[in-house]
């Protein structure tokens, strides 16, 4: 299995400012044909099945603010939120698509310092 | 605008099978991969397989002698059955739009399982 790990396991960062978290697989995920890293991350908050952010890394979905954003290739990635919100107090996951079994990161919990 | 609907039993003993379905509404059925996924406090997330509306699957090996994915075009639905449960089976499953090339962009709004 391509193992993903992320870091830090918990974050807790002062209102406006910047969020880091990383996630780095075993494995690429890099599909050199064209080009593009699959993998995604989410958001998920408390009795709420996850909402994914991010997906092929860098794209955001329709409707996430534009705080969020995406970066890395190939076994290094970092979502970043540019200036935390109340309501961005969730646990975070990066997965990958590339390959069966698709797996997830343990979660990042972000809170309000 | 898609949205996913899921269902089945939330208490079973252990050996039983654990069944669940999950019904796509307001959205095409085809050209998507559909996907079972479970969570548990302590080993997070974990993809349990995925059915192409083609009908072809794929498993996470490490439930994939106890897994079964199928669908139901003319009913939009997919159902997951997972035979033997044990207590480590116990967790929120959930359905997902999503698989292979996708992310899961699309997720039902879970069921907790509680083997017991």
């Known amino acids: 299995d391509n193992v993903m790990t992320q870091s830090p396991d918990s974050l807790a960062v002062s209102l406006g400012e910047r969020a880091t978290i990383n996630c780095k697989s075993r494995?690429?995920?890099?599909?050199?044909?064209?080009?593009?890293?699959?993998l995604a991350w989410y958001q998920q908050k408390p009795g709420q099945p996850p909402k994914v952010l991010i997906y092929?890394?860098?794209t955001r979905e329709s409707g996430v603010p534009d705080r969020f954003s995406g970066s890395g290739s190939g076994t290094d990635f970092t979502l970043t939120i540019s200036s935390l919100q109340p309501e961005d107090v969730a646990v975070y996951y990066c997965?990958?698509?590339?390959?069966?079994?698709?797996?997830f990161g343990q979660g990042t919990k972000l809170e309000i310092k | 605008q898609v949205q996913l609907q899921q269902w089945g039993a939330g208490l079973l003993k252990p050996s039983e099978t654990l069944s669940l379905t999950c019904a796509v509404y307001?959205?095409?059925?085809?050209?998507?991969?559909w996907s079972w996924i479970r969570q548990t406090p302590g080993k997070g997330l974990e993809w349990i397989g995925e059915?192409?509306?083609?009908?072809?699957?794929n498993y996470n090996p490490s439930l994939k002698s106890r897994v079964t994915i199928s669908l139901d075009t003319s009913k939009n639905q997919f159902s997951l059955k997972l035979t033997s449960v044990t207590a480590a089976d116990t967790a929120v499953y959930y359905c997902?739009?999503?698989?292979?090339?996708?992310?899961?962009?699309?997720w039902g709004q879970g069921t907790m399982v509680t083997v017991s």
């Open positions: 307001g959205g095409s059925f085809s050209g998507y991969y």
């Open positions: 494995q690429s995920v890099l599909y050199s044909s064209n080009n593009k890293n699959y």
């Open positions: 092929w890394a860098s």
């Open positions: 059915i192409h509306h083609s009908g072809s699957t």
């Open positions: 997965q990958q698509y590339y390959n069966t079994p698709y797996t």
């Open positions: 997902a739009r999503g698989g292979a090339i996708d992310a899961f962009e699309i």
